[in-house]
C-alpha cells in the first residue's frame, strides 16, 4: 500500500514518465526491507524523545584483521553516530541517501556516485559540498548495509571507474542486457586495442587456456606487451590496471582466478604505492572498504616485480630516483600499521631494503637495457622461478 | 576658572615677562617682544632709553585676549561649548556647596538673524550672589573662591566664565547680563557688565528686576559662535554631564527650539567636601617660601604645624632636625637655601597620607544610576578606587562600563530556548558606538566632562595599555579596545594636573597611571565574566541554528523512506527539536 502511495507522490513532484513496475525480485525486497528497518530505528527513537543514533561499521585497516586466504576481514570496530550538532548534517544526508536508494530500487533505476552527488544539490542546506562528501556517506551506508548482507550494487549506487584493460586467450561469455542471448568476446580479436572490464562482472562466464594471469599496473607496460603480442608467446591473459584495479577490475580478476584456476601474477613499480597501495588492495583489499573485501580480494595473487632485489638484480641502480617524504611515510606505515606486511617476512625484508637503499625504480627502467629487455630478458628470468615471487 | 600649574606658568609667564623685561632694561636687545623691527627702513640703534618707552605691565585680561586658544575658545564652534560648561561648572558648585539640588536651564538663541551670533543664556537655582561681588565674578580675570583652597570643586581658578564674557565682548561688542537673587527676600538685580581688559576691572551697572525666583544666578553672553549637533557638541556635553551627574535637572534648549530634558533620577548630593591644608609633600619650593611669606605663626614648628595637614609636633620635630633648623626659629628669618634644605628634609621624612574628606567620589551606584540614565545597554558595571594620593594632593579614580547594544544580545530563557532579547530599539544613541568600532571612552574631571583633546589624555593612554583581550574583547594594537561599549573614567581631586588651561586634558603622573589602570581592571574583570557568558551563549545559539536548519531534512528523509504522514512529521519534527535543545543545557 505504502509503494502505491509513494508512486503517485514521486510521479506529481517529478514527472517522471509513468511506467509499469515490474514485481521486484527477492533481492530488491531484502534491500528495501532493510532500508525500511534502519529508517524505523531511527524514527523509533525519535518518538521516544530519544536522540537517534546510527551503528556504523568502522571502515579503516585497526578494524582490518588479515587472512592468508580471504584477505582483510572487517573486526567488529563499530562507530556509533548519535544526532548531535557535529553529526546532524550527516545525519541527514545519511537518510536522504537512503531514501534516494529505496526509490531507486523500486523504480529500477541505478545513480552513478557523481550523478547522486548532484542529485543532492537538491536539497537545500543538505547538500553535498564536494564529491568526496557524499562518495564517504554513500561508503559508510554501503558498510552499514554490508552487515546485512547488502551489497552497494543492490542499494543502486554505482562507481565511476574505468575498468581495466584485458589481453589474451580468453574469451568472456557475457549477456545481452536487453535479449539475455549469450555473448562471446574473444580477448584476442581487439587489434591494438583491448578489452574492457565493465562496472558489473558478476554474471560472468570465461573460457581459456591461458596458463596464468599478469597484472600490470602502468599502461605503457601493459602497451608494450600488448603490442608485441607477448601475451601469445607466453600464453597468458595480461591486465592492465593504470594505478589502483577498480572494484569491478579487481572482481573480475578474482573470478577469472577462482573459475579457472589461475594463479596471478603483479608486475608493479617498486616503490611504496606499487607495493602497499596497488598490489597490497589487489591481494588482500583495503582498510576503507573493509566491509567489502571479501568479494573483490585475490588472496592467490602474487608479486613478480619489480621488486627491490630486481634493482641489485638487474642493475638498475643508476636508473632509480630517490624516495621522497611520502614515500618514506608510506612504508614506514605499512611496516607499522598493515597487518597484511606484519604477516609476511619476505615483504617486510623488502620494504626495509628499500628503505635502506633510499630508491624507488618504475617498470620502465628495464628499458635501460634496451626497450624489449622486459620481454625478452626480464619477465623470461622471472616466470621461470614463481616460488620466488612475494607473497 | 581654570587649571593647573604649567597653565598657571604660562599665565605668569607674560606677566613674569614684562617684569624682567623692565629689570633687565640695560641689557639692550635681550627683550623678545621687542617691535623694534617696526621701524623698517629708518636703521636706529636701540637704546635702553628708546626700549623702556615700550615697556609696560601687562595686564592678564589683555594677555588672555591675544591667547584666548589657551581658554578654549580657539574656534566659534568650541567658544560656545567653553561658554556653555564654564557657566554650568559654576552654577552646580554653587548649588551643591550650598546643599540645593541643582535645576539648571541652558538656552542657546540665535541674535538677530545673524548666522554666527549666539546668546548663551544659563541659568540656577543656586544660592545667587551678592550684589557687591557679581561685577568680579563675571567682569574680571583671575577673581574667585576657589583658587585659594584644596578642595574638590569643577572650577578651579576663576578664569573661565569671566573669560568668557570677554571673549562674548570682543566678538559682538555687548556686554554680559547677569540676573541673580541672593535669598528669599534679597532684592533681584540685573546687572550689565563690561570688562575693562587693559585694567582688569569691571564697568557695571545694575537695577532691581521683577524675577519669580526664590533664589538664583542667570548669566546670558552673546557671543560669537557656531551651533551644530553631534560630537563634541554642547549636546554631548550636556548629556555626559547629566551622566556623572544624576543628582542634576537640567533642561536644554537649542537655537531651532528642540527642548531636551536630563531628570535626575537620585537625590543624593555628592557629599560636602572639606577643605584642606597643603599636604607637605606636594609642596614645591617657590610655594613654600610663598606660605612662609604669609604665615602668621612665628615658629617654623608652628608654621609646620598649622599651615600643612598631618604634621603634628613629633613630625615638625623630625623635619627641623633634618633640615639643621631650630624649631622655634621665626621661619621668616630663614634664608632661600635654608628653606631649600628644609623642603629637602620634608621630602625625606615619613609623613601620613593626607586625609581623603576633601574627596568626593561619585561612587559605583551613582555612577551605575548615571550611565542607566543616559545610555541604553544591556549591562553596567562600575569599579571605585579608594582616594590615593599624587603630589600631596588626593585623588579617587572611578570606571564604568556600559556594555552591549540592547537587542544585539542572546538571551536564555527559564525553558532552555535562546531568544534575541526582546527590547530591540532603533539605534540613536549618541554614546554608544556598533559592535565593530571602537568603544566610546567618556572622561571626566571632578564630575565635568573632557570632550576635547582625548589622545593627549592619561585617561586615553591608561585605557589603551589595558589589555582587553583579557576581558574578552577585541583590541588593535595601541589603540581603544572593539565593542558596544562606553567607558567611562573619572578622576576626582582637590587639584586635577591638566595639561593646558582649558581644560582637556589630564597629564600622566605615575601614581594616577597606576590607579587608572588598577580601576579599569577592576573593572574589566566585572565586564570579562559578561563577555564569556554573552559569547558563550552566541556560540551555543549558533548551533542550535545549525541544529535546527537539518532536522526538517531527517525528518523529510524518514517521511521518504517509511511514508510519514504530515501529523506525523510534524510531531517526530517537534520531538527531535525537543530532544536535541534539551541535550543542549548550558
Known amino acids: ?391 | 576658572m581654570t587649571s593647573n600649574e604649567s597653565g598657571q606658568g604660562q599665565l605668569f609667564a607674560g606677566a613674569a615677562e614684562a617684569d624682567m623685561a623692565t629689570k633687565k632694561a640695560g641689557k639692550a636687545g635681550s627683550s623678545q617682544k621687542s617691535p623694534a623691527k617696526k621701524a623698517g627702513s629708518k636703521k636706529r640703534t636701540e637704546t635702553a632709553e628708546s626700549m623702556a618707552k615700550r615697556q609696560r605691565e601687562i595686564s592678564v585680561s589683555e594677555f588672555f585676549t591675544k591667547n584666548r586658544h589657551l581658554l578654549g575658545f580657539d574656534s566659534p564652534r568650541k567658544a560656545l561649548l567653553t561658554a556653555v560648561k564654564e557657566a554650568v561648572d559654576n552654577s552646580l558648585d554653587a548649588c551643591e556647596e550650598a546643599r540645593i539640588a541643582p535645576d539648571l536651564e541652558v538656552k542657546i538663541e540665535r541674535i538677530g538673524s545673524n548666522e554666527k551670533q549666539f546668546r548663551m543664556i544659563v541659568e540656577d537655582n543656586g544660592p545667587g550672589i551678592v550684589k557687591t561681588q557679581v561685577p568680579h565674578v563675571f567682569g574680571r580675570l583671575l577673581y574667585g573662591s576657589k583658587f585659594h583652597r584644596l578642595r574638590q570643586s569643577r572650577g578651579q581658578q576663576g578664569i573661565g566664565i569671566s573669560a568668557a564674557g570677554m571673549y562674548g565682548q570682543l566678538t559682538t561688542g555687548q556686554p554680559v547680563k547677569v540676573r541673580s537673587k541672593a535669598g528669599r527676600r534679597a532684592v533681584p538685580l540685573e546687572f550689565t557688565i563690561r570688562i575693562d581688559t587693559a585694567k582688569n576691572r569691571p564697568e557695571f551697572s545694575d537695577k532691581p528686576i521683577e524675577w519669580d525666583k526664590k533664589h538664583g544666578t542667570e548669566v546670558a553672553i552673546p557671543m560669537e559662535g557656531e551651533y551644530r549637533r553631534g560630537q563634541r557638541s554642547i549636546q554631548e556635553f550636556l548629556k555626559l554631564m547629566a551622566v556623572a551627574n544624576p543628582h542634576v535637572n537640567l533642561k536644554f534648549t537649542e537655537p531651532d527650539g528642540t527642548v531636551t530634558e536630563y531628570q535626575r533620577n537620585t537625590n543624593e548630593l555628592p557629599h560636602e567636601v572639606e577643605e584642606i591644608k597643603p599636604h607637605p609633600h606636594g609642596v614645591e619650593l617657590g610655594i613654600l617660601l610663598k606660605m612662609i611669606q604669609e604665615s602668621e605663626n612665628r615658629t617654623t614648628s608652628a608654621f609646620l604645624q598649622q599651615d600643612f595637614s598631618r604634621v603634628g609636633p613629633t613630625v615638625a620635630k623630625e623635619i627641623c632636625e633634618k633640615a639643621g633648623v631650630k624649631p622655634t626659629t621665626n621661619p621668616r628669618r630663614l634664608d632661600a637655601k635654608t628653606v631649600g634644605r628644609l623642603k629637602d628634609a620634608i621630602d625625606d621624612t615619613k609623613i601620613k597620607a593626607p586625609p581623603l574628606s576633601c574627596i568626593a567620589p561619585i561612587g559605583e551606584d551613582l555612577i551605575i544610576k548615571g550611565l542607566k540614565k543616559e545610555v541604553e545597554a544591556d549591562v553596567y558595571m562600575a569599579a571605585s578606587r579608594k582616594p590615593v594620593v599624587y603630589r600631596g594632593r588626593p585623588f579617587a579614580v572611578e570606571v564604568g562600563i556600559a556594555y552591549g547594544r540592547p537587542g544585539d544580545t542572546l538571551e536564555m530563557t527559564d525553558s532552555g530556548k535562546i531568544v534575541a532579547s526582546s527590547n530591540k530599539q532603533k539605534n540613536d544613541e549618541l554614546l554608544m558606538g556598533n559592535a565593530d568600532e571602537p568603544v566610546r571612552l567618556i572622561r571626566f574631571a571632578n564630575r565635568v566632562p573632557l570632550v576635547f583633546q582625548q589622545s593627549a589624555c592619561a585617561i586615553s593612554k591608561a585605557v589603551i595599555n589595558t589589555n582587553w583581550r583579557n576581558y574578552g574583547l577585541q583590541q588593535p594594537r595601541g589603540a581603544l579596545p572593539i565593542g558596544p561599549m562606553v567607558i567611562f573614567v573619572h578622576i576626582a581631586s582637590v587639584w586635577v594636573p591638566f595639561t593646558s588651561e582649558s581644560k582637556e586634558a589630564i597629564a600622566g603622573y605615575d601614581e594616577i597611571m597606576d590607579e587608572l589602570k588598577r580601576a579599569l581592571m577592576d573593572c574589566g574583570r566585572k565586564l570579562g565574566k559578561h563577555v564569556r557568558k554573552g559569547k558563550k551563549l552566541a556560540n551555543e545559539f549558533k548551533k542550535r541554528n545549525y541544529i535546527t536548519m537539518y532536522i526538517p531534512h531527517v525528518v523529510e528523509a524518514l517521511k521518504d523512506i517509511l511514508e510519514l504522514d504530515d501529523k506525523e512529521v510534524d510531531k517526530a519534527t517537534t520531538n527531535l527539536t525537543d530532544v536535541l535543545e534539551r541535550s543542549r543545557k548550558l
Request: hydrophobic content about 35%; aromatic content about 8%; some cysteine.
Open chain 1, 1 to 391: 500500500m505504502a509503494a502505491k502511495k509513494k508512486t503517485t507522490k514521486k510521479v506529481a513532484k517529478k514527472a517522471a514518465p509513468k511506467k509499469a513496475r515490474k514485481p521486484m525480485s527477492k533481492l530488491d525486497q531484502v534491500t528495501v526491507g532493510e532500508i525500511n528497518k534502519c529508517a524505523d530505528h531511527v524514527y523509533g527513537r525519535i518518538q521516544k524523545l530519544d536522540k537517534p543514533e546510527l551503528k556504523f561499521p568502522e571502515r579503516s585497516l585497526k578494524n582490518a584483521r588479515y587472512d592468508k586466504k580471504g584477505g582483510f576481514v572487517m573486526g567488529r570496530g563499530r562507530i556509533e553516530r548519535t544526532l548531535s550538532v557535529n553529526t546532524v548534517k550527516t545525519f541527514a544526508q545519511t537518510l536522504k541517501l537512503m531514501a534516494m536508494s529505496k526509490e531507486m530500487v523500486e523504480n529500477d533505476d541505478f545513480a552513478t556516485k557523481r550523478e547522486a552527488y548532484y542529485v543532492s544539490k537538491n536539497w537545500g542546506e543538505a547538500k553535498f559540498g564536494s564529491q568526496p562528501e557524499s562518495d564517504t556517506a554513500m561508503d559508510d551506508i554501503e558498510a552499514l548495509f554490508s552487515l546485512q548482507g547488502v551489497a552497494r550494487e543492490q542499494l543502486r549506487f554505482r562507481p565511476e571507474d574505468h575498468g581495466g584493460n584485458v589481453a589474451g586467450a580468453l574469451v568472456v561469455i557475457d549477456r545481452d542486457r536487453e535479449t539475455g542471448a549469450e555473448e562471446r568476446i574473444d580477448c584476442t580479436r581487439f587489434g591494438s586495442g583491448s578489452y574492457t572490464i565493465p562496472s558489473s562482472v558478476e554474471h560472468f562466464k570465461f573460457e581459456t587456456k591461458a596458463k596464468f594471469v599478469l597484472v600490470i599496473e602502468t599502461g605503457g607496460m601493459f602497451a608494450r606487451l600488448h603490442e608485441h603480442k607477448w601475451w601469445r608467446d607466453t600464453n597468458c591473459i595480461i591486465i592492465g590496471t593504470s594505478g589502483v584495479p577498480t572494484r569491478s577490475t579487481r572482481r573480475f580478476i578474482r573470478k577469472l582466478s577462482d573459475d579457472k584456476k589461475l594463479p596471478v601474477y603483479c608486475f608493479n613499480d617498486c616503490d611504496p604505492y606499487g607495493i602497499s597501495n596497488i598490489y597490497r588492495t589487489l591481494k588482500v583489499g583495503s582498510g576503507n572498504a573493509v566491509h567489502l573485501n571479501k568479494f573483490f580480494c585475490v588472496p592467490q595473487a602474487s608479486y613478480l616485480g619489480v621488486t627491490p632485489q630486481d634493482i641489485v638484480d638487474f642493475d638498475l641502480e643508476n636508473a632509480t630516483h630517490p624516495l621522497n617524504d611520502v614515500d618514506i611515510k608510506r612504508a614506514k606505515d605499512a611496516l607499522k600499521n598493515d597487518p597484511f606486511f606484519h604477516a609476511h617476512k619476505e615483504w617486510q625484508k623488502a620494504i626495509k631494503m628499500m628503505l635502506k637503499m633510499g630508491v624507488r625504480a618504475e617498470q620502465q627502467a628495464l628499458a635501460k637495457h634496451g626497450l624489449n629487455f622486459v620481454m625478452e630478458e626480464y619477465l623470461p628470468r622471472k616466470l621461470a622461478a614463481p616460488k620466488k615471487f612475494l607473497p
